[in-house]
C-alpha cells in the first residue's frame, strides 16, 4: 500500500497523469473563468499569507516555546538550551504553510518508504549469521543476545514502516486544512527519528555480533571483519554529526544532553567547542528571525 501511494505521488510529480487535469492549478483556473469568476491579478507567491493561530501566538510572546527557541533577547554568553527533543523541528515551524505542509508529507513518506525497505537490511543482516556453518567456539548465552538485538531491530523496523504509512495518510487528509497541524505533529516526528535511530545501532550491533558468530573461530578473518564493521559505521556516524552540526546548529542546542553527546560529542564536552556551538546556534536564530519577519508562516 505505502509503495503504491508512492507510485501515484510520482506520477502526480511528473506529470504522468497530467491528462487527469482536475489536479492541476490551470485546470482549476480554467474552471473559475468559464463560470465568470475573474483570476486575480496578484500571483499566489504575492499574496500575504497569514500565520496560523498558534504560531503567531507563540511568536508575540517572549515567553513561548518558539521565542525560547528563536533566542529572543538573548545574547551569547546568556544562552541557556530548552533541552527540548522535539527541537531540531521548530525551524520548519517558521516556513510559508505551502513549503511546511509538503515538507511535512515528505518526511512522513520517507519514514513509511524507508522503513519497509530497511526490513530487508534487517533481515539479511539476521539470515546471513543465522546461515552459519558450524556453531563452534559460539556459546548459547552469544546466540540468545544476536535474536535478542536482531528481534528489537526488526520490531523498530517494522513499527516505523507503519507508524510511517499512518502519519503520512494522516498528513495528507488534515495538514491543509489545519494551520496549527505542524506543530501538533512534532512528537509523531521525533517518534518516528528516534525508531530510525534505534534500527541503525541494533543493526550496527547485530552486524558486529553476526561477524564474529559467522567468522569465529577463524580469528583473522573475525578480526578484519569486525574492524571493517566498527570502522564503516564509526565513520560514517562522525560523518552525519558533523553534517548536524554544521547545518542545524540550533536544533542541537536545544536538544537534552544524551541527544547533545550522541551528535556533537566534542562540541558538547569541548568548552571552547561548544562555545562555537553557541555562536552558531544564535546565528541561525537570527536567520530564522529575519525569515519570520519577512511574511513567513
Known amino acids: ?63 513561548s516555546t518558539l521565542s525560547r527557541f528563536l533566542l529572543r533577547g538573548v545574547d551569547v554568553p546568556r544562552m541557556e538550551s530548552m533541552r527540548d527533543i522535539n527541537s531540531a523541528w521548530y525551524p520548519l515551524a517558521l516556513e510559508n504553510t505551502d513549503v511546511r505542509n509538503e515538507r511535512l508529507i515528505m518526511i512522513f513518506e520517507a519514514y513509511g518508504l524507508f522503513g519497509v525497505l530497511f526490513s530487508n537490511i534487517t533481515w539479511i543482516n539476521y539470515e546471513w549469521a543465522l546461515s552459519t556453518e558450524s556453531d563452534e567456539g559460539v556459546n548459547d548465552n552469544l546466540w540468545r543476545a544476536f535474536e535478542l538485538i536482531m528481534c528489537l531491530a526488526l520490531a523498530c523496523n517494522l513499527y516505523l514502516a507503519l507508524y510511517g504509512a499512518s502519519f503520512w495518510i494522516t498528513s495528507i487528509i488534515a495538514n491543509s ?25 541494533l543493526n550496527a550491533i547485530g552486524n558486529c555480533m553476526g561477524v564474529y558468530i559467522k567468522l569465529s573461530p577463524h580469528w583473522i578473518e573475525t578480526g578484519i571483519g569486525l574492524a571493517a564493521a566498527v570502522i564503516l559505521y564509526g565513520v560514517g556516524l562522525e560523518i552525519l554529526a558533523n553534517h548536524v552540526v554544521g547545518t542545524a546548529p540550533l536544533g542541537l542546542f536545544h536538544s537534552p544532553g544524551w541527544v547533545k553527546l550522541i551528535w556533537g560529542t566534542w562540541d558538547f564536552l569541548l568548552p571552547k567547542r561548544y562555545e562555537a556551538l553557541k555562536h552558531r546556534a544564535k546565528g541561525q536564530a537570527e536567520k530564522l528571525e529575519r525569515r519570520g519577519d519577512h511574511g513567513r508562516t
Open 1 to 63: 500500500f505505502p509503495f503504491s501511494l508512492g507510485l501515484v505521488g510520482v506520477l502526480v510529480k511528473t506529470g504522468s497523469v497530467k491528462d487527469s487535469t482536475m489536479f492541476t492549478r490551470r485546470h482549476f483556473r480554467r474552471n473559475h473563468v468559464e463560470e465568470g469568476v475573474a483570476e486575480s491579478p496578484i500571483s499566489s507567491d504575492q499574496r500575504p499569507v497569514k500565520r496560523p493561530t498558534t504560531v503567531t501566538r507563540q511568536l508575540s510572546d517572549d515567553t
Open 177 to 201: 486544512g489545519d494551520g496549527d497541524y505542524f506543530l501538533q505533529s512534532v512528537t509523531a516526528l521525533t517518534f518516528c527519528q528516534q525508531l530510525l535511530g534505534a534500527t541503525v545501532v
